[in-house]
């Protein structure tokens, strides 16, 4: 009997899950997914993240008894546990989905050095290394790296779940709740109820997004409706497949599921980034900017604080920093206000603000968070210039935050439009709400004169 290991990763799902289609094709199934808190170059899963897996982890155990297979949880070193469980079951191929974190790309070397490792590709649109320009390299910049892209679309169809698994039995398999993935002193995440983890509920993400598809470039940007998919924890963990998403938006909406596909498209695109930049979210994209003068000290820590918290004094950054420790989700235009306020208005090292996301966001994910987080600092390969500093005050307007707001700042709930996106500047403050922790056009001259440092003017 041929018995093959499915290694399951960020890819928790039977529906388009190319590996587990080999392996049950090829013979009988051991299905692990292995915590590891070992891979070198990785870092530690957030928190947020932690709660998403134990969920997804539940339901994917579920969804694989359904079919009579049990569903082994190790942890350790990947390649270790993998090696004992060759030797435990007398395997000795091995299928997974291909990753491109740093991480993951050691971790598969180290199997493949022992073990018949065939990586699928199945969680990108196209695997990273194969979008290439015309002298063979590769692209650093998202437009002409779209379009290319778009030459080998639509991707693959997806590979319905195997009719028949066949399982393998009695290999010991850890507790999901000994990983201690939930927090309990204290539960931060009752608020994340608004979350369905795993397959099924990707897929009820993505049903409930189809009749708002249509209109998804006119409300995407406006954060008091919901006018996005909120499917990116779920393509994170790799509940659903990018190419699911891909077949399911074209047949409903055809042409006019452009610019939705097309931000599905920016996370490959953040693949692509880190496959050739593996410390991209440690390392400045533009090396000019490790002479930036970053503040730091108390006064710093103090502003750092108050942004973590949402108390910074400006309504739309506050509403989107509470959103985020609520739900473990922010609105994307959000995000790049609030990650802009942190770099520019506050003067501190972006990968502050890029840890903090990692610590809280269900969906954080290594590739989008840093290339995002460069983009937004202009210290990424290809971002706009650090100068173009983002007005809080005017995107909020601009983007009608005011529901927003008013969910997620209590004390403003009161105000209307304008008052709300500045209650400051008309002196409409509420004493429980705080002062601006500075002036726009203070921290502009401030943000630039340290530019001005940065390049020796
Ligand atoms: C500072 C900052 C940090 C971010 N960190 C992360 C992160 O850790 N993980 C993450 O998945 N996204 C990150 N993003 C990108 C984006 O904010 C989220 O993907 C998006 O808000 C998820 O909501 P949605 O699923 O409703 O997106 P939709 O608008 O419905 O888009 C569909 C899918 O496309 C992908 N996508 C959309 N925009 C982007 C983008 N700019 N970059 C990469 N992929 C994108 C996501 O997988 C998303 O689920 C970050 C953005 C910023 C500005």
């Known amino acids: 009997m041929t018995l093959s290991i499915l290694w399951l990763r960020q890819d928790l799902r039977l529906f388009d899950q190319p590996a587990l289609a080999a392996a049950a094709a090829q013979g009988a199934v051991c299905a692990v997914y292995i915590l590891d808190a070992e891979m070198p170059g990785q870092r530690p899963m957030g928190g947020a993240a932690r709660w998403w897996l134990h969920h997804s982890l539940t339901a994917l155990q579920g969804a694989f008894l359904e079919r009579g297979v049990p569903l082994v949880l190790r942890r350790g070193r990947s390649a270790d546990i993998l090696k004992s469980l060759c030797q435990e079951t007398g395997a000795r191929r091995i299928h997974a989905v291909a990753h491109f974190e740093p991480g993951w790309k050691q971790a598969e070397a180290e199997v493949a050095a022992f073990a018949d490792l065939t990586l699928h590709s199945g969680n990108q649109l196209a695997p990273p290394a194969t979008i290439l320009n015309g002298s063979g390299g590769r692209y650093r910049v998202f437009t002409p790296w779209w379009k290319a892209l778009l030459t080998r679309m639509p991707p693959a169809r997806p590979i319905p779940v195997p009719d028949r698994i066949e399982a393998v039995s009695g290999i010991a398999s850890d507790d999901l709740d000994a990983w201690d993935l939930?927090?309990?002193?204290?539960?931060?995440?009752?608020?994340f109820d608004v979350w369905t983890p795993g397959e099924a509920g990707a897929g009820a993400a993505l049903r409930a997004f189809l009749p708002i598809l249509r209109g998804y470039d006119a409300q995407r940007n406006l954060p008091s409706i919901t006018g996005t998919s909120r499917l990116s924890p779920h393509l994170h963990f790799g509940e659903i497949s990018p190419a699911t998403i891909w077949h399911v938006a074209a047949k409903e909406?055809?042409?006019?599921?452009?610019?939705?596909?097309?931000?599905?498209?920016?996370r490959d695109y953040a693949t692509n980034l880190m496959d050739i930049f593996p410390d991209y979210p440690l390392a400045n994209g533009r090396e000019n900017f490790d002479r930036l003068p970053w503040r730091s000290g108390p006064e710093a820590e103090a502003d750092f604080d108050a942004w973590t918290k949402g108390r910074t004094g400006y309504p739309i950054v506050d509403a989107g920093m509470r959103e985020l420790w609520a739900t473990g989700w922010m609105h994307n235009r959000v995000r790049m206000i609030a990650a802009s306020f942190l770099i520019k208005h506050l003067l501190i090292d972006w990968r502050r603000g890029e840890q903090w996301f990692w610590e809280t966001l269900v969906d954080a994910d290594a590739?989008?968070?840093?290339?995002?987080?460069q983009w937004v600092a202009g210290t990424g390969v290809d971002a706009p210039v650090f100068s173009r500093m983002m007005a809080p005050l005017t995107q909020s307007e601009k983007f009608d935050a005011t529901g927003y707001i008013r969910q997620w700042v209590p004390e403003l709930a009161d105000l209307s439009p304008p008052y709300i996106h500045d209650p400051e500047a008309f002196g409409m403050r509420p004493a429980a709400y705080p002062a601006?922790?500075?002036?726009?056009?203070?921290?502009?001259?401030?943000?630039?004169?340290?530019?001005?440092?940065?390049?020796?003017?």
């Open 436 to 457: 601006k922790r500075i002036g726009h056009r203070e921290a502009r001259d401030r943000a630039l004169s340290a530019f001005a440092q940065m390049l020796g003017r």
């Open 253 to 266: 909406a055809g042409a006019a599921a452009e610019p939705f596909l097309r931000e599905v498209g920016w």
């Open 182 to 191: 939930l927090p309990t002193k204290p539960n931060w995440a009752t608020g």
């Open 367 to 373: 590739a989008a968070n840093a290339s995002n987080w």
